[in-house]
């Protein structure tokens, strides 16, 4: 009973490296979210999709991008990370209720 | 816009007493309001919701909350709680396009 799974759960990146998150889904959801979580400001949006090829930008989509190219996935792109996104990111998936269903976290330290 | 305030950022409580975690909404439409619980190292859980009907909405582990739109407030509430409750608790509004905006969070803790 999979629900989302997050990989890879932990990451350290140097300054100007890349990476991609990739959270995968197996409840045959359309919507899917990334959000990041800091100390103290909660849960923001970072991108988010509401169907298989489509993506929008949420609250903070600057530095990040994603691409939704099959319906149970939803990847998360880091083209040039900076210290500013040491954070830890969460993807979500859910039908269209507002209950959204998380994965456990991808936490990423950018030095 | 829709947005969410947690009024506290923390809440210490000691085990078995009464607990109120506060949350107020701006919107000028109608709302779907939401509680998430998260425990340590783990990711969001929904508690409850409010999308309709009675403004009362309780969940399966005694938490309940009530839906005021005159007070634009959706207060979390228990009247007794546990160790196992120990944990942050962040409120929640659907802004269009079935996106959820989150509070800053409320961590409660319970001690014995």
């Known amino acids: 009973n999979a629900g989302v799974t997050q990989t890879p759960k932990f990451r350290v990146l140097k300054t100007g490296q890349s990476m991609t998150l990739l959270c995968a889904q197996d409840m045959n959801h359309e919507y899917m979210y990334w959000y990041r979580q800091d100390p103290g400001m909660g849960l923001r949006l970072i991108h988010y999709s509401v169907g298989e090829g489509t993506t929008a930008k949420g609250e903070v989509p600057d530095g990040y991008n994603v691409s939704r190219l099959k319906k149970q996935n939803f990847l998360l792109g880091l083209e040039s990370a900076a210290p500013s996104q040491t954070s830890v990111y969460f993807c979500?998936?859910?039908?269209?209720?507002?209950?959204?269903?998380f994965g456990e976290g991808s936490r990423l330290t950018v030095l | 816009a829709q947005s969410v305030t947690q009024l506290d950022s923390q809440v210490p409580v000691f085990e078995e007493a009464p607990v109120e975690l506060r949350c107020n909404y701006s919107?000028?439409?109608?709302?779907?309001l939401f509680w998430y619980v998260q425990y340590p190292n783990q990711g969001l859980q929904l508690l409850l919701k409010y999308l309709s009907g009675s403004t009362l909405v309780e969940s399966i582990n005694g938490f309940e909350a009530e839906f005021n739109k005159s007070q634009t407030s959706f207060h979390l509430r228990k009247p007794s709680v546990h160790i196992s409750d120990t944990a942050e608790y962040f409120c929640a509004v659907m802004r269009g396009g079935n996106k959820l905006v989150f509070g800053a969070g409320t961590i409660l803790r319970v001690k014995s």
């Open positions: 979500a998936s859910s039908l269209a209720t507002g209950e959204l269903f």
């Open positions: 919107s000028s439409v109608s709302v779907y």
